[in-house]
């Protein structure tokens, strides 16, 4: 089971000073900087996956990319310009969540192409477009078409039309990389429907994408009734799973490969599992930059807030966490201080308990992690993005870890059968 990262530029400044919060002048962005496989000297993934859009800035997404940057890439290749060690594969795919509120997706098959072939992927996407919607009831009007919104079989039809065009567009043009055919559905049925046709057209890997907004239970149902009609050599990609809890499960349904980015935002987005360990997530202590907080700054601004105090609180929250670490400083004062600042941005919340277990446990003492080992307590203050990036980084080595524990358990595990009435999901006869 390949776990692949779905990239966005996410990269940390090596020259980070975090006592000074300054950078070195030298410094110049992503050639200096370092990725998550730079960081560790095992990587926490077996890939990356990199989407068109997020490199072409499709939309209303901007690009990550720079012009320059953009450039770099197309001429020397995906493994050049992420500087791939050896085991490390790439994936390249449309970005379709990016264009998803579009009538119709904004590349033609031979455009992708050019992308993947240029790049040197060693795999690469059809063009596909994301169906917004999940009604596993719909398959009890099975074949019953007209329950079914026009929009979704429309996006559908749209989908295989396009998957039809690039393996032929593959074909003719004999190109270098290992084409997936992607599948978009409603339901198990219609999942399993578009597979169908996808083997039919050639197609031996096939992603099944839309599925970000599925939980596990619905990923597992829509896997159950395709392996009723997969063939013995068709492989499986999962497309932006969020839920990895459940992933050595995937195996047995020929899910050979998965990406996903959630171990990285979970950082810096959830509201409480920041910081990962082997058996359980932690909260990050919240320390906001006064100076690059807009709803602070416009609270001082109205006079609601003093700018003198506000930065004082801060900086006591900064040096009290520091000396704490350095076990100079007892844990309730030290928690006192995380409070007071707290009080200040944001009133409204009460996080004193799981302060106090993080500051008790301290769970980066204990993680052999190279981020960890280098910046210490550092990685779990929720302040900026070289501490909050390196918070993710953390995160996906020890999901990386996770599933290696959870496929080591899963040969002599129970069936798939059993998985599914574990979970109170009626299998496919
Ligand atoms: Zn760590």
């Not at 992503?30 to 890939?47: I, S």
């Not at 493994?79 to 379709?96: K, P, Q, V, Y």
């Not at 970000?212 to 009609?229: E, N, R, W």
């Not at 320390?287 to 003093?306: D, F, Y």
């Amino acid at each position: 089971m390949k776990f692949f990262f779905a990239d966005s530029q996410d990269t940390v400044d090596p020259t980070f000073d975090f006592e000074t919060e300054t950078r070195a002048e030298w410094r110049i962005r992503q050639r200096d900087d370092l990725y998550a496989h730079e960081v560790y000297q095992k990587p926490p993934y077996d890939g990356i996956l990199v989407s068109k859009a997020m490199v072409d800035g499709n939309g209303s997404t901007g690009s990550r990319y720079s012009l320059a940057q953009r450039q770099r890439l197309w001429r020397a290749g995906v493994r050049s310009f992420f500087r791939l060690g050896g085991g490390l594969e790439s994936m390249g795919d449309c970005g379709a969540f990016s264009y998803v509120r579009e009538e119709y997706p904004p590349f033609t098959p031979d455009e992708v192409i050019d992308f993947y072939e240029n790049c040197k992927f060693d795999y690469g996407l059809s063009v596909d477009h994301v169906i917004l919607g999940f009604q596993p009831g719909l398959d009890d009007e099975w074949p019953e078409l007209h329950c079914v919104p026009e929009e979704w079989r429309r996006r559908q039809e749209i989908t295989l039309e396009l998957a039809d065009e690039f393996a032929r567009r593959c074909n003719i043009r004999k190109v270098h990389f290992t084409p997936l055919g992607v599948a978009q559905g409603w339901s198990p049925a219609s999942y399993a429907g578009a597979v169908v046709q996808l083997q039919a057209m050639g197609y031996k890997r096939i992603a099944l994408g839309g599925m970000v907004p599925l939980k596990t239970p619905g990923i597992l149902q829509c896997l159950d009734t395709i392996a009723s009609i997969l063939r013995s050599d068709t492989t499986l990609h999962l497309l932006g799973v969020t839920r990895c809890e459940q992933v050595a499960h995937f195996l047995r349904y020929h899910v050979t490969s998965f990406d996903s980015t959630s171990p990285l935002r979970q950082a810096f987005k959830d509201g409480k599992d920041n910081y990962y360990t082997m058996g359980r997530n932690y909260l990050a202590i919240r320390v906001p930059q006064t100076e690059g907080n807009a709803q602070l700054q416009a609270r001082i601004r109205s006079g609601e807030l003093h700018q003198e105090t506000v930065r004082q609180l801060e900086e006591r929250c900064l040096q009290a966490l520091s000396e704490y670490a350095e076990r100079r400083l007892s844990l309730d004062i030290t928690l006192e201080q995380v409070l007071a600042y707290e009080q200040v941005h944001h009133p409204k919340e009460n996080r004193a308990e799981a302060y106090r277990e993080v500051l008790q446990d301290q769970p980066w003492t204990s993680c052999s992690c190279e981020v960890c080992r280098q910046v210490g307590i550092q990685v779990i203050l929720f302040r900026g993005t070289e501490r909050n990036k390196r918070r993710g980084f953390h995160n996906l080595a020890i999901f990386y870890s996770r599933l290696q524990r959870e496929l080591a358990k899963t040969p002599g595990a129970s069936s798939a059968r059993e998985t599914l009435e574990g979970l109170g999901i009626e299998a496919v006869p």
